[in-house]
């Protein structure tokens, strides 16, 4: 089992930046594939970004591609997703997501979800 919990939500202007936490129990972090998906009012869950075991593999929506990091931190248990140049647009809950591979968590397919946090950017 791998609870996830996700920290660094809040409001912040178009423009700005936020670096969003994913804690992750259990010593099995370094073996699961990480992920960030998003969900607006309204809107189906989206994608966002992944990154492997390992943590050499990264993929992004087209999006968010340039303005968005995702990165590990195995001491810690820890995926980050760092945001940068915000837009309205990137309002949403954010949630992350445990897999077994990176091509499970693109797909939604992960057995492990966190509870999300709130994402606002103000115009």
């Known amino acids: 089992q791998v609870q996830l919990v996700e920290s660094g939500g809040g409001l912040v202007q178009a423009g700005g930046s936020l670096r969003l936490s994913c804690a992750a129990s259990?010593?099995?972090?370094?073996?699961?594939?990480m992920g960030w998906f998003r969900q607006a009012p309204g809107q189906e869950r989206e994608f966002v970004a992944c990154i492997s075991t390992g943590g050499s593999m990264t993929y992004y929506v087209e999006s968010v591609k340039g303005r968005f990091t995702i990165s590990r931190d195995k001491g810690k248990n820890t995926v980050y997703l760092q945001m940068n140049s915000l837009k309205p647009e990137d309002t949403a809950v954010y949630t992350c997501a445990a897999g077994a591979t990176s091509d499970t968590v693109r797909r939604g397919l992960s057995p492990y979800w966190g509870q999300g946090t709130q994402v606002t950017v103000s115009s």
């Open positions: 259990g010593r099995t972090f370094s073996t699961y594939a």
